[in-house]
């Protein structure tokens, strides 16, 4: 992936196999050369699809807990939740927007997530950061454009606020921004309030994670000509670069006891997800590269991974043992998020 995966207003679809910019709000997938939405040829392929899917014999049991995602299909970019057994399925957001980047408050009563809804055609759409509960009621919005319009009535500010995720003890909300012309990492309240940069580079830093302590935040940068894993303390302070390879390494996610870090990398031909200590040290490939997957997320009690393969959500014991699919469909899902309690 070339410099500018950080952060990108494109809607245009990349080639099959390619990664796209981040956050390119497409139908393809902004993190992996992932399959589009399914379509079906006829209505005999579609009758043949039903009888396969009719079994009653149970699939595997990929344990508990609740995930969120994000699903493209019919036109729509919505988060969801659902168990990660495959029950209670539930639709969280209906703006008709590009609604994505869904991230659990510690207390899993809030879902913190990015949007690129407007109240009207004097905005551009641009990621904005929105809060909900997390059944998707009372939506809040937390980070706002500049008011001043030009002489045609329309807002100027096209700068955008993404990649949000709470911190452990819920008094901070580390994200993205371009409000500063490239895109770096800030951490805000709650409310959307007191705002602090934290990363001062030329280049494109997103994707920050907390520590499970909350004292360091793990992101993505371009800032050495290619896409790493850097970890700064929680005041931005002491950055340091943990993959250190000429891959693409991306989406940083830290193990439940802060020994661990999950990332999808490329290194090994395509994106496959990955663990390495949390110094950086003895990276372990996790899947198989000849099917891109990325976007981990572990269980809360550190025993499984969520991940993307292939427009699908799979559950994998941390080890890479026992992949188990968890959804499936005409849509493509991505970017699962664990339910911080189970």
């Given amino acids: 992936m070339q410099p500018g995966f950080l952060y990108s207003e494109a809607r ?30 006829s209505l005999a392929a579609f009758l043949v699809l039903l009888a396969a899917c009719g079994s009653n014999e149970p699939g595997p049991d990929p344990g ?23 029950h209670n399925l539930q639709l969280l957001t209906t703006s008709y927007a590009f609604d994505d980047w869904g991230n659990w408050s510690s207390d899993t009563f ?16 641009r990621f904005q950061i929105y809060v909900m509960n997390s059944d998707g009621s009372s939506v809040g919005q ?34 993205a921004s371009s409000r500063d012309t490239n895109p770096e990492i800030y951490v805000m309240d709650p409310n959307g309030s007191n705002i602090v940069r934290l990363t001062h580079d030329g280049a494109e830093d997103g994707q920050p994670a ?23 303390n929680a005041n931005g302070s002491g950055q340091v ?24 990398s490329d290194r090994q031909t395509d994106y496959a997800v990955w663990v390495m200590n949390a110094d950086g040290s003895n990276p372990v490939r996790l899947t198989d590269p000849s099917v891109p997957a ?20 799979w559950v994998m014991n941390v080890d890479g043992t026992r992949k188990i699919r968890i959804t499936s469909g005409f849509w493509a899902d991505r970017l699962p998020r664990w339910r911080p309690i189970l």
Avoid: C
């Avoid at 008011?147 to 911190?167: C, E, L, M, Q, Y």
């Fill in 12 to 41: 245009g679809q990349g080639p099959q196999g390619k990664p796209y910019t981040l956050p390119d709000p497409s139908v393809g997938s902004y993190l992996l050369p992932m399959a589009q939405p399914r379509t079906l040829a």
């Fill in 64 to 86: 508990a807990g609740r995930i969120i995602f994000t699903r493209l299909g019919n036109g729509y970019v919505d988060l969801y939740g659902m168990d990660v057994n495959g």
């Fill in 110 to 125: 809030k879902i913190v997530f990015q949007s690129d809804r407007i109240p009207d055609t004097t905005y551009t759409p």
């Fill in 142 to 175: 937390l980070t706002f454009p500049d008011p001043a319009r030009d002489s045609t009535g329309h807002i100027k500010d096209t700068t955008s606020n993404f990649h949000p995720v709470w911190s452990p003890d819920g008094t901070k909300i580390a994200f």
């Fill in 210 to 232: 907390w520590s499970p302590d909350g004292s360091k935040i793990a992101f993505a940068t371009n800032r050495d000509g290619n896409n790493e894993i850097y970890v700064m």
């Fill in 241 to 264: 670069d943990l993959t250190n390879n000429a891959a693409s390494d991306l989406t940083p996610a830290w193990s439940p006891d802060g020994t661990k870090i999950a990332f999808q």
């Fill in 294 to 313: 990325g976007s981990p997320s572990w269980s809360p009690d550190g025993t499984r991974i969520a991940y993307e393969q292939d427009g699908d959500i």
